[in-house]
């Protein structure tokens, strides 16, 4: 099947999923997206892109950008090929490896940079800052206060600009037996920092 609509927003379930491996919901995909400020022709690594909704995304906002997607295990890197080919998504390359040790392999230096997994979180967050372009963005997600501050801290840490954090509280109705009630999606940390 192709996904044939333009707006971002993809609904969860028309991703395919593996047991275990986490998804972007929706809104909050939506706000991650938003916040990294795209341009199509820019190069955008996601490192640890997971079931792969971001580069699924990107790839349909952006025809014209590389984009890598960078997860360290094999089944989910293949999971990610599988959704691109599902939503006809053809820029996408998926880099396995594990973050940060595997950046320096990469040989498009980045734009746009999400950043969902690896550890240490300020390593990884200092190996990206090195080989962001001038310009650049970077925007991490965080679902505790200990990833929150790292982060945080790491930004502040390289100076970067701009620095912005929103906590998204986001809640879908639902039908629990004879109740409609209001389920809280995953709530997330979404930090943003540019590169001068
Ligand atoms: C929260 S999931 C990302 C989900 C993604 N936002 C989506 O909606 O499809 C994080 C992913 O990061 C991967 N990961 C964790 N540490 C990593 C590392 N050091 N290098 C690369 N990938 C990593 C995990 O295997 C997992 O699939």
Redesign the pocket.
């Known amino acids: 099947m192709t996904w044939l609509y333009k707006t971002p927003g993809i609904p969860d379930e028309l991703?395919e999923r593996l047991p275990g491996?986490?998804?972007?919901?929706r809104e909050v995909?939506l706000l991650?997206i938003s916040a990294l400020r795209l341009g199509d022709g820019g190069v955008f690594w996601?490192?640890?892109?997971?079931?792969?909704?971001?580069?699924?995304e990107i790839g349909l906002l952006c025809p014209n950008s590389p984009i890598i997607a960078?997860?360290?295990?094999e089944e989910?890197a293949s999971l990610?090929r599988r959704?691109c080919e599902r939503f006809g998504v053809k820029n996408v390359t998926v880099f396995e490896?594990?973050?940060?040790?595997?950046l320096p392999n990469i040989s498009l230096a980045p734009d746009r940079v999400?950043i969902?997994?690896?550890?240490p979180i300020k390593s990884?967050l200092q190996e990206v800052w090195q080989y962001l372009k001038p310009n650049g963005r970077i925007v991490a997600?965080a679902?505790n206060l200990e990833t929150l501050y790292q982060f945080s801290e790491g930004f502040s840490n390289l100076q970067a600009r701009n620095i912005e954090i929103v906590q998204a509280a986001v809640n879908r109705l639902e039908t629990r037996g004879i109740h409609q009630v209001f389920a809280a999606v995953d709530p997330m940390f979404i930090l943003s920092g540019d590169k001068l």
């Open positions: 991703f491996i986490p998804l972007s919901k995909r991650m996601d490192i640890g892109a997971g079931t792969g909704t971001i580069p699924v960078i997860e360290r295990d989910v990610i959704n490896g594990s973050a940060p040790d595997c999400c969902e997994g690896g550890k990884v997600t679902n």
